[in-house]
T-cell receptor, first 110, second 114 residues
Framework: SQQGEEDPQALSIQEGENATMNCSYKTSINNLQWYRQNSGRGLVHLILIRSNEREKHSGRLRVTLDTSKKSSSLLITASRAADTASYFCATGINNNDMRFGAGTRLTVKP | ETGVTQTPRHLVMGMTNKKSLKCEQHLGHNAMYWYKQSAKKPLELMFVYNFKEQTENNSVPSRFSPECPNSSHLFLHLHTLQPEDSALYLC?????????????FGSGTRLTVV
């Protein structure tokens, strides 16, 4: 299947700790994106990494991509209670056909 | 506000009803999408429109009928739905080359079929 699969399904940490979520996929891709969703709302685009890139940063977010292992990770440093949300990876093999996984539910306890 | 507006936010309908979901964007995007999100399942891509032409129908039952009159508006017409169709329906838009900025999602319509 083309879609990404996030791991773990759920993650609970204390405020100030780092949170790492992983995404694996099966087919070759040209880009991978991470999204965040607060409960019952739409998804918000966080970061996009292209297949020829290995790492990207945006604020407290760090994304890595290993195309040889067909995997990506999202690291949130110094987590806050407001980071509590579901996080999804989306993989794309052509211009605008993106497939999403079931997400990782992150809970950050104050 | 993300720039993608979905109405209504909540909808309860009987299995014999006909209703429509509406999505509107004024971001200058040329592609629009419908996704279905059910609990603990991956988002399911339903339909893709590029320049108001349907380019993908992901094996969606005919009781879901999309309409894209222009690049800014997208509808999902619903009729004779089943209880298992209850879900959050998300609309998204993007530039044709999604690598530029990813998808922009609306807040969704929470649909309950009774």
């Amino acid at each position: 299947s083309q879609q990404g699969e996030e791991d773990p399904q759920a993650l609970s940490i204390q405020e100030g700790e780092n949170a790492t979520m992983n995404c694996s996929y099966k087919t070759s891709i040209n880009n991978l994106q991470w999204y965040r969703q607060n409960s019952g709302r739409g998804l918000v685009h966080l970061i996009l990494i292209r297949s020829n890139e290995r790492e990207k940063h945006s604020g407290r977010l760090r994304v890595t991509l290993d195309t040889s292992k067909k995997s990506s990770s999202l690291l949130i440093t110094a987590s806050r209670a407001a980071d509590t949300a579901s996080y999804f990876c989306a993989t794309g093999i052509n211009n605008n056909d993106m497939r999403f996984g079931a997400g990782t539910r992150l809970t950050v306890k104050p | 506000e993300t720039g993608v507006t979905q109405t209504p936010r909540h909808l309860v309908m009987g299995m014999t009803n006909k209703k429509s979901l509406k999505c509107e964007q004024h971001l200058g995007h040329n592609a629009m999408y419908w996704y279905k999100q059910s609990a603990k399942k991956p988002l399911e891509l339903m339909f893709v429109y590029n320049f108001k032409e349907q380019t993908e129908n992901n094996s969606v039952p005919s009781r879901f009928s999309p309409e894209c009159p222009n690049s800014s508006h997208l509808f999902l017409h619903l009729h004779t739905l089943q209880p298992e169709d209850s879900a959050l329906y998300l609309c998204a838009s993007s530039r044709i080359s999604v690598e530029v900025s990813g998808y922009t999602f609306g807040s969704g319509t929470r649909l309950t079929v009774v």
